[in-house]
């Protein structure tokens, strides 16, 4: 199983950026599929998911209303739509992929597959 992710990059507060996590290996349709961002001296944190059964989307509170998460069955691949970009949203981004419960939807555990990460800075 192989996630790549890509999309990251530099841009200005207020602006946007799409992440995309291309799947190799797995369905996407067929599994849970989160994004998690890491900053310097943090932990890494829940971001987005997506479940399997139904579409039904997640989102931290701290990204709600800016960020949206999709996925493309026919390209099977996820994306992270990232709008209105703050520092703060200053991080390395990591698809991930998972047969969790629905408790486990926003945290590690409840994904078995993780791609390498794409470094996304916010400057101010």
């Known amino acids: 199983v192989q996630l790549q992710a890509s999309g990251g990059g530099l841009v200005q507060a207020g602006g946007s950026l799409r992440l995309s996590c291309a799947a190799a290996?797995?369905?996407?349709?067929?599994?849970?599929m989160g994004w998690f961002r890491q900053s310097p001296g943090k932990e890494r944190e829940f971001v987005a998911a997506i479940r399997w059964s139904g579409g039904r989307t997640y989102y931290d509170d701290s990204v709600k209303g800016r960020f949206t998460i999709s996925r493309d069955n026919a390209k099977n691949t996820v994306y992270l739509q990232m709008n209105s970009l703050k520092p703060e949203d200053t991080a390395v981004y990591y698809c991930?992929?998972?047969?969790?419960?629905?408790?486990?939807?926003?945290?590690?555990?409840?994904?078995?597959?993780w791609g390498q990460g794409t470094l996304v800075t916010v400057s101010s």
């Open positions: 991930s992929a998972g047969n969790g419960i629905l408790s486990t939807t926003r945290v590690e555990s409840g994904y078995g597959y």
């Open positions: 290996g797995l369905t996407v349709s067929r599994y849970n």
